[in-house]
């Protein structure tokens, strides 16, 4: 491997070496107060990046008010990953070529390449076209031209702070050079393990997966196959039960007025998404098999499948009707709207004890 980025490498190489070397020396000063303040900083910078660099900058999936753009742009310098237009840059490139030779981190070109490698050879051809929302943006550019010296500010007042409570060794170990380690390697872990292993839910043609640990250790970010394809949500969690602290965060901000226009997937979308892929799924499986049974199931999967499409494109068009309609008319579309609703629940309801049979009679990974 070539390497063309030697300033990123012999920084990444560096922190690295200080994580070990003064492992020894960090034991016989640590203090609970280092392993707290650990915490808060990898939680600061590592939010920062998933609200800001991620689902704010580089997707718009919500908007925010200058306040929270500059907080958001100052303390992701906790995570060094440089400013927010590069970031946004790859990331969008990501997204257009996923699993292919523009992908700047293509998983097709191992794990740890897309781990990390790619930063040391990584040539990027920048394409203004690809930002040109972000190039207007006097916050982003600002912090693209003056982004070492506010990561070198924003990290010493950080240090200076932890030496405040803790020996100075503790503060710059557990706050600087392992909160930097922490937030690197969780941030690449989406470009490498949430790319190979984990669930396909939506769409199996990507390598991107969904995997619940991960989302443990990236503030939701792990849920990967659903933002492959539904990139423009601002959550990436759409179950209750899902931990992404990113989308609490950034709900919270909509509710304190300093984030609005909050992008979301509705959930017949998401269903007939779902619906897609099983049906696939299924008759891939299905057609293996020769039996009388196989065969009537097959055809219930085809009708039950085209029964929830219609079901859905029904609820929608009825909902575009209902948004151009007048008052008077909206009166009598609600009660179409509920009947659709009611159906297509019922299909659903069908469709999901359908495939769930289906999976167990014949071993299908549903």
């Known amino acids: 491997m070539r390497i063309r980025n030697r300033d990123t490498f012999i920084f990444i190489a560096a922190y690295h070496i200080l994580l070990v070397a003064l492992l020894p020396f960090f034991v016989g000063v640590f203090s609970w107060p280092a392993a707290l303040f650990f915490l808060i900083t990898f939680m600061v910078g590592g939010l920062s990046i998933t609200a800001g660099y991620h689902r704010l900058f580089s997707h718009r999936s919500y908007y925010a008010h200058p306040i929270y753009e500059w907080t958001v742009l100052l303390t992701s310098t906790l995570g060094f990953q440089w400013s927010a237009l590069m970031w946004s840059h790859d990331h969008r490139l990501h997204h257009n070529h996923v699993d292919s030779d523009k992908d700047p981190y293509s998983i097709n070109k191992g794990f740890w390449y897309a781990h990390f490698l790619w930063l040391f050879s990584y040539k990027r051809d920048f394409q203004e076209g690809l930002v040109a929302d972000l190039l207007k943006n006097p916050r982003v550019m600002f912090q693209h031209r003056h982004y070492i010296l506010l990561a070198i500010l924003v990290n010493g007042a950080v240090f200076g702070i932890g030496c405040l409570f803790m020996h100075p060794l503790a503060s710059f170990y557990a706050g600087v050079v392992a909160r930097i380690f922490a937030i690197h390697h969780c941030t690449w872990f989406i470009n490498s393990l949430a790319h190979t292993w ?16 991960m989302a443990l250790l990236t503030f939701g970010e792990g849920y990967h196959n659903y933002h492959h394809v539904f990139a423009g949500d601002y959550r990436n969690g759409v179950r209750w039960y899902h931990f992404d602290p990113t989308k609490w965060l950034v709900w919270t901000a909509s509710k304190l007025g300093v984030a609005k226009g909050l992008r979301t997937v509705d959930k017949v979308r998401i269903q007939k998404k779902l619906v897609l892929k099983d049906k696939e799924l299924l008759l891939d499986r299905l057609g293996q098999e020769f039996d009388e049974f196989a065969a009537e199931l097959r055809e219930r999967v085809e009708t039950l499948a085209a029964r929830f499409e ?20 909206r009166r009598l579309l609600r009660a179409e709207i509920r009947r659709h609703r009611k159906e297509l629940q019922a299909s659903w309801k069908e469709w999901v004890e359908l495939t769930r049979n289906a999976a167990s009679q014949y071993a299908i990974a549903h």
């Open 198 to 213: 984990g669930s396909k839910t939506y769409a199996r043609e990507l390598s991107a997966v969904d995997n619940a640990v």
């Open 310 to 329: 219609e079901n859905a494109s029904a609820l929608m068009a009825t909902l575009r009707e209902f948004q151009k309609a007048s008052t008077e008319q």
